[in-house]
């Protein structure tokens, strides 16, 4: 995970989806303090995702379907 760009729910989107306290850790934080180049989105559940090599991850569930044709982009 160090070094490499990637994205998730972030902890804004835990609190406003009223999960948060339920949250074992701040996954976002969690990212970041093993060193990962964590992105998001300027609003929250807005779709993003990222790529970094083969590695392809989405930042929430409106991020499914872009994820999905990223992925099918460099499965080609």
């Known amino acids: 995970m160090a070094g490499r760009r ?3 729910f972030s902890w804004r989107e835990e609190i ?3 999960v948060a306290k339920k949250m074992p850790y701040n996954a976002e934080e ?4 093993r060193g990962a180049r964590y992105e998001k ?3 929250p559940f ?3 995702v990222v790529v970094d090599g083969r590695l392809v991850t989405g930042q929430n569930p ?4 872009a994820t999905a044709l990223r992925l099918a982009e460099l499965l080609r």
């Open 6 to 8: 990637l994205t998730g």
């Open 16 to 18: 406003l989806a009223g």
């Open 30 to 33: 969690e990212m970041k303090r």
């Open 41 to 43: 989105a300027l609003l």
């Open 46 to 48: 807005v779709p993003r």
């Open 62 to 65: 409106q991020s499914a379907k």
